[in-house]
């Protein structure tokens, strides 16, 4: 397939996701089930081209005067891409599966010079206009730009698993891939996202992986797994497991010396965690499903409790595009309410001198900052480690410059350090 017939795909693939309310990779697998001729390169660049639509749609939508799938995918393709349009409608002439030519008042649009004059600050940011004042709150005058990176396209990262193998052994095991050579993070490897269609490699089905190397870990989610302080020999509560990301990079943390008890309210999220945790090697892990008193032996007990909290992923919007344009404000509001119901759960299974580690991957204040100062605030019996102390004592020598709040909270985004957006607060228990 050429650039035209997968211009028309993602044309197609974006009316199906609005038709259908359908999820992206869905729609996306399900065009490929229906074209089978496609190659895995066609399909990773129709993919690219859909999330790229998706990631920008309010300001492509700005540009084009429209939001039709036609509208989003063209001014991708040129503004973004660097197509350009008379060479794209001579390759529309003689292919098949090409969509219609691009008209006049298209090209007018595709090739304007501001494209985005006059357009408010929610759509250069990308996010929907609810969004900007929480967004102005976290991040004062950057807030557009941090928004803007917030839609940008990923890299693929992944952390070392030290239970198993080193960073140089990693890296030997993925040199035909060309990992990015920069050491950011101590255990992470990093494949930068690319433009256009470049994809990053599947490394799910490398040797490596399934001996248990490496795990696909966004560099913020190692950040705050590694802020959280774990060490081994402590007997640590993940509260919020799920499939056990920040499990398993506590227990290489740990080197697999003490306990972590992991714990998720929701059976199916947590099922994935038993096989990582034998591909890992991680040992001292004991998985507690959920269940009536099934942590009532944890009370009082434990050095550190970790709660990664259910939220609304505002952090993660690079990866889930259509999460962004569907938060609504009382899905905000169960959110923090939740949130502020496992904090004080959380709170009674630490021993005095314990520390209570608070993660979001989320970027709006009520789910961080202003969370974390209510919680210290009704419970004057903790109290938070400055956020630039907590960072400096893992990663004094590293190229990553974290944003520090005044309760004691460590903000990671897209914008300021190159990863997800993440938030972490350690408060320690009197
Ligand atoms: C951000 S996800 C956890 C991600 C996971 N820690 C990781 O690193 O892969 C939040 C998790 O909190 C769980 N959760 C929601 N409410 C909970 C509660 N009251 N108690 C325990 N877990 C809860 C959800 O099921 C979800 O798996």
């Known amino acids: 397939m050429r650039l035209p017939g997968r211009i028309a795909a993602a044309i197609d693939v974006l009316a199906d996701i609005d038709a259908h309310k359908r999820p992206v990779a869905e729609a996306l697998k399900a065009w490929g089930l229906n074209n089978r001729f496609a190659g895995a390169g066609d399909r990773a660049a129709i993919g690219n081209l859909v999330y790229d639509a998706l990631r920008r749609k309010s300001s492509h939508a700005w540009a084009m005067g429209s939001d039709t799938p036609r509208a989003l995918v063209l001014s991708v393709v040129v503004r973004e891409w660097g197509e350009n349009i008379e060479e794209l409608n001579q390759s529309f002439e003689g292919d098949r599966f090409a969509a219609a030519p691009i008209d006049a008042d298209e090209a007018a649009k595709l090739t304007a010079a501001d494209p985005l004059a006059g357009a408010p600050d929610h759509v250069r940011g990308d996010v929907p206009e609810w969004i900007a004042p929480h967004l102005a709150e976290s991040f004062g005058e950057d807030w557009v730009a941090e928004a803007h990176d917030l839609s940008g396209r990923p890299p693929l990262d992944l ?24 050491v950011i993070i101590p255990e992470g490897i990093r494949f930068p996202a690319g433009d256009r269609d470049s994809r ?43 499939a056990g990301g920040k499990t398993l990079a506590m227990a290489a943390a740990m080197q697999n010396r003490g306990q972590i008890f992991a714990y998720d309210s929701d059976r199916t999220r947590l099922a994935p965690i038993y096989d990582r945790l034998k591909r890992a090697g991680a040992r001292n892990v004991q998985v507690r499903a959920p269940g009536e008193g099934v942590l009532d032996d944890l009370i009082g007990k434990l050095d550190r409790v970790v709660v990664d909290a259910p939220c609304t992923g505002s952090g993660t919007w690079r990866r889930q595009p259509t999460a962004k344009w569907k938060l609504t404000p009382e899905q905000l509001a169960v959110r923090v309410e939740e949130q502020r119901a496992i904090l004080i759960e959380a709170a009674k299974y630490l021993k005095p001198g314990g520390t209570l580690v608070y993660i979001t991957c989320s970027v709006l204040p009520e789910e961080n900052a202003r969370q974390a100062a209510s919680f210290l605030e009704a419970n004057p019996e903790f109290k938070a480690v400055a956020g630039n102390k907590l960072w400096m004592s893992h990663f004094s020598g590293a190229k990553l410059r974290a944003r520090f709040s005044p309760e004691g909270g460590v903000s990671l985004t897209p914008h300021l350090t190159g990863t997800d957006g993440f938030y972490v607060i350690a408060m320690q228990r009197g």
């Open 159 to 182: 952390r070392v698993n030290t239970l198993k193998a080193n960073r140089d052994k990693a890296l030997r095991a993925l040199s035909r891939f060309a990992p990015d050579a920069t």
């Open 200 to 242: 990053t490699p599947n490394v799910q089905s490398e040797e490596g992986y399934i001996k248990g190397w490496f795990e696909v870990q966004d560099f913020g989610s190692q950040i705050v797994a590694a802020l959280g302080g774990a060490r081994g020999g402590e007997q640590v509560l993940d509260l919020c497991a799920g």
